[in-house]
């Protein structure tokens, strides 16, 4: 079974959602049978990569709340994110374009290590003083390299703007397709949507019925074709 979670780098609740969604698959029976895929989302596609700024202040401008109201809500997230293991800072934060970020998961996919470059991205981001925004691309690099890809491989898509930025559009264009407007949005074999960070127990749930409604196996087999088994393999017979 494929599973395929639309994210941003820059979406909390995507850190979280993250987080209650694994804790799901972890208790699933079969989830050495159920494959995770990245896609890419973004929630601010038109920033200038240049044009980074503190959460707060882009919450404020943004969303029309007041600095009261953005500080409390990133406490809120704190606390959300604390119940589920997450370091997680309240303040001091800063956003900007997450774009080259999809592009290297995209190499990362590649090379069987999306889901390891995703975490130290989300970890980055949300825990970590240093910021993925504003340091520029060795920051990306650094961060690259952790999650087990090769530096120069790294510093090649981000030097050229045109590498996997087919492959983040054609992502985006697919979340619009399939009724996306937000984030986290998980997709269990094309046949169930999960929307937003869900309790572990929804997840549970959208796993199981998922799994109990895959379509059964039609064998087509051939009795006189030879094959191995537990008790080794025929042997073709001379006639």
Sequence with gaps: ????????????????????????????????QVEVVHRSFELDPGRDKGDVQPVIKMLTKKYGMSEAQ???????????AAAEGLEYRTRDRDHGNTFDMHRLLHL???????????????????????????????????????AGLEADDARKVLADPKAYADDVRADEREAAELGANGVPFFV???????????????????????WGERPPLTLIEDDGAEACGPDGCAVPQQH
């Design 188 to 210: 269990l074999d094309r046949k169930f949507g999960v929307s937003g960070a869900q309790p572990v127990e929804v997840f549970t749930q959208a796993l199981t019925q998922a």
């Design 70 to 80: 953005a500080k409390a809500g990133e406490e809120n997230l704190g606390t959300q």
């Design 108 to 146: 990362a996919k590649a090379q069987g290590k999306q889901d390891r470059l995703i975490q130290l991205f989300y970890k980055a981001n949300f825990a970590e003083e240093r910021s993925v925004f504003s340091e520029g691309d060795e920051r990306l690099v650094e961060l690259a390299v952790a």
């Design 1 to 32: 079974m494929r599973v395929e979670i639309w994210s941003d780098i820059a979406c909390p609740w995507c850190y979280v959602g993250k987080a209650r969604f694994e804790k799901a698959l972890e208790a699933f029976p079969h989830r050495g």
